[in-house]
T-cell receptor, first 114, second 113 residues
Framework: AQSVTQLGSHVSVSEGALVLLRCNYS??????LFWYVQYPNQGLQLLLK??????LVKGINGFEAEFKKSETSFHLTKPSAHMSDAAEYFC????????????FGQGTILTVHP | ETGVTQSPTHLIKTRGQQVTLRCSSQ?????VSWYQQALGQGPQFIFQ???????GRGNFPPRFSGLQFPNYSSELNVNALELDDSALYLC????????????FGQGTRLTVV
């Protein structure tokens, strides 16, 4: 069975500080991993994806994530937080090569303080 | 190129009623997936349609059913609504069912009273 665990339902950082959102996964097959962002009352927007190529993946808005097989992790980082980064972030595991069949984590709400 | 659109954006139904939610997939996309996102939770996969056929289903009862039309738009039907069905329902479309990104719509907020 596949599962995704996001450590920390709420993360608070100051503007300009490092953002680190944690995601661990469990998968019986090689994983395809995604990070999505959701702003209030909106759908999900893809930030980045790992599909077995480079382990360090760069996405939109300055975010990046590193796939670590030994740690079964796919943590999301951004060197310097901006107020506009405040949103809810979801880590998701693909159902094999079917990117539409996703198993999502519980989400992490990111708050950015001035 | 238009994105994924869902209708209605909000609706309120009474327990026991039936509801139909609609999704227009992005132009050129033949795959649609539906998700239920309860308040404070991550989205849960309901089912996927590929070229008008169901192509995988999550852990949802049969009263959740779907349809995909020749133009690849889709409907989600829920019968015998329960209070726990209150959620944001998200539709995502993909160019193909494999190896392509899913693009999400804004969702339909369903409230069951």
């Amino acid at each position: 069975a596949q599962s995704v665990t996001q450590l920390g339902s709420h993360v608070s950082v100051s503007e300009g500080a490092l953002v680190l959102l944690r995601c661990n996964y469990s998968s019986s097959v090689p994983p395809y991993l995604f990070w999505y962002v959701q702003y209030p009352n909106q759908g999900l927007q893809l930030l980045l994806k790992y599909t077995s190529a480079a382990t360090l993946v760069k996405g939109i808005n300055g975010f990046e994530a590193e796939f670590k097989k030994s740690e079964t992790s796919f943590h999301l980082t951004k060197p310097s937080a901006h107020m506009s980064d405040a949103a809810e972030y979801f880590c998701a595991l693909g159902g094999g090569t079917s990117y539409g069949k996703l198993t999502f984590g519980q989400g992490t709400i990111l708050t950015v303080h001035p | 190129e238009t994105g994924v659109t869902q209708s209605p954006t909000h609706l309120i139904k009474t327990r026991g009623q039936q509801v139909t939610l609609r999704c227009s997939s992005q132009s050129g996309h033949n795959t649609v997936s539906w998700y239920q996102q309860a308040l404070g939770q991550g989205p849960q996969f309901i089912f996927q349609y590929y070229r008008e056929e169901e192509n995988g289903r999550g852990n949802f009862p049969p009263r959740f059913s779907g349809l995909q039309f020749p133009n690849y738009s889709s409907e989600l039907n829920v019968n015998a609504l329960e209070l726990d069905d209150s959620a944001l329902y998200l539709c995502a479309s993909s160019p193909e069912h494999l190896n392509t990104e899913a693009f999400f719509g804004q969702g339909t907020r369903l409230t069951v009273v």
